[in-house]
C-alpha cells in the first residue's frame, strides 16, 4: 500500500509539472486552458470567424482545449496583446505580427509586407509551401512565441471622409495607420499618416482628428460602423493584405499535447479559408449596400496601383534593418519572383 501512494504521489507531482493539472487526472485526458485575445468586435465577419475558431478547437478536442476569448482588445490594447500572451497575462495572440515591428521590423513582413502578394492563397502559399513557417516562427521564439497559423482575409479597404479615388488624393490627407512600413510608404506618396490603436479608430474619425482610415477590409470596417461616418472608400483594396495570426506563449505551446497542437493548426488552415471565402462574399454585398446608402467607392487605376506598388517594393530593403528582416525580405522576393508577382 505504501508504494502504491508513494507511485500515485510521484504521478500527480510529474502531472503538474508539466503544466496539465488535477482536472488531467479527473478522467485520464490532458486540459488546455488558454486565454486569447483579439482586435476584432465579435460583430465583425473576423469575429465571428475566431469564434467559430474557438467553438472548432473546443469540439475537436472533445472539449479538452477550453479557451475564454476576450474582444474589442478588451484586457490591453491590440499593440500590447504580442506581449500579454509572452509575459502571461494571455496565452494566445489573435491581432498580428505586424503590431509587433517596434520589436523588430522583421514582424513587418510576417504581419504586412504591403505592395507584395495579390491574393490571400498567395500569401498562405508563401507560408506553408515558401518556406514562410520556420523562417516565422525563428523570429516568433525570440520573443517567447509560437505561430500557431494565419488568417489572411484579403486586400484592405480605407475609409475616408474626404474622396481618396486616386494617388492625387493622398496629398495631406491624415489618416490612421498600423505602426510599420506604411507610414513611410504613404509618407512618400504625401500622405499623413498617423499611428494609434485600432479601437480609437471610430473616435478619431468621428471627431477629425483624422480624414481617413487604414482599418482592415470593407466588410470589417461595415461592421466597425466607420462608414456611418466616413462617405468614401475605395474597392477593390491593394495597400494592404495583413495576416492577422494565432500566436501562443512558447512554454504554454511547449506544455501541450502533440494532438492539441495539431488540432490548433489544422481548425487555423480551416478558417483561413474560410475567411478568404467569407470576405469575397461579404465585400460585393458591403459595395451593393454602400453604393445604396451614397457611400463613393473608388477603383485605383492601374497607373496609380503601379505607383504604390513601386513605392512599397523600394521601402522593404530600406525597412528591413535587422538579420531576422533580411531573411524574410529575401524569402519574400524569391517566392514572389516564383509566382511572376515581382520582375527578375
Known amino acids: 500500500m505504501k508504494i502504491l501512494k508513494k507511485l500515485a504521489t510521484a504521478l500527480l507531482g510529474s502531472a503538474l509539472a508539466l503544466g496539465v493539472g488535477s482536472a488531467a487526472l479527473a478522467d485520464g485526458h490532458a486540459k488546455t486552458n488558454l486565454r486569447i485575445q483579439t482586435h476584432y468586435a465579435p460583430e465583425t465577419p473576423s469575429g465571428k470567424l475566431l469564434t467559430e475558431y474557438v467553438e472548432n478547437i473546443q469540439k475537436m478536442s472533445n472539449g479538452e482545449i477550453n479557451v475564454e476569448m476576450f474582444y474589442s482588445s478588451s484586457v490591453v490594447k491590440s499593440v500590447e496583446t504580442f506581449d500579454a500572451a509572452a509575459t502571461g497575462i494571455l496565452d494566445c495572440d489573435a491581432t498580428g505580427g505586424g503590431y509587433q515591428t517596434g520589436k523588430n521590423p522583421a514582424f513587418q513582413f510576417v504581419g504586412d509586407i504591403m505592395g507584395g502578394y495579390a491574393t490571400p492563397v498567395q500569401q498562405l502559399s508563401w507560408l506553408y509551401y515558401g518556406g514562410g513557417r520556420d523562417a ?108 492577422d495570426h494565432i500566436a501562443c506563449n512558447k512554454a504554454v505551446w511547449d506544455k501541450m499535447p502533440d494532438h492539441h497542437k495539431t488540432i490548433m493548426e489544422v481548425a487555423i488552415g480551416d478558417i483561413a479559408l474560410k475567411s478568404a471565402l467569407t470576405f469575397e462574399k461579404k465585400n460585393a454585398e458591403a459595395v451593393a449596400d454602400l453604393t445604396a446608402k451614397g457611400i463613393t467607392i473608388s477603383q485605383w487605376s492601374p497607373e496609380d496601383l503601379a505607383a504604390f506598388r513601386d513605392a512599397a517594393q523600394k521601402t522593404w530593403p530600406e525597412f528591413a534593418t535587422t538579420p531576422e528582416a533580411k531573411a524574410l525580405v529575401a524569402s519574400h522576393i524569391a517566392y514572389l519572383k516564383q509566382l511572376g508577382l515581382v520582375k527578375e
Open 136 to 243: 516565422a516562427n525563428a523570429l516568433y521564439n525570440k520573443y517567447d512565441m509560437q505561430l500557431v497559423g494565419w488568417i489572411v482575409y484579403g486586400q484592405e479597404s480605407f475609409a475616408s471622409t474626404k474622396p481618396i479615388a486616386g494617388l492625387a488624393d493622398l496629398k495631406d490627407w491624415k489618416f490612421r495607420s498600423p505602426p510599420g512600413m506604411e507610414t513611410k510608404i504613404f509618407d512618400k506618396l504625401g500622405a499623413k499618416p498617423i499611428v494609434m490603436d485600432f479601437t480609437e479608430i471610430f473616435t478619431a474619425l468621428e471627431s477629425g482628428i483624422i480624414d481617413g482610415a487604414d482599418a482592415s477590409g470593407l466588410a470589417n470596417n461595415v461592421g466597425l460602423g466607420l462608414y456611418d461616418i466616413a462617405k468614401y472608400a475605395n474597392y477593390p483594396g491593394f495597400h494592404s493584405m495583413p495576416s
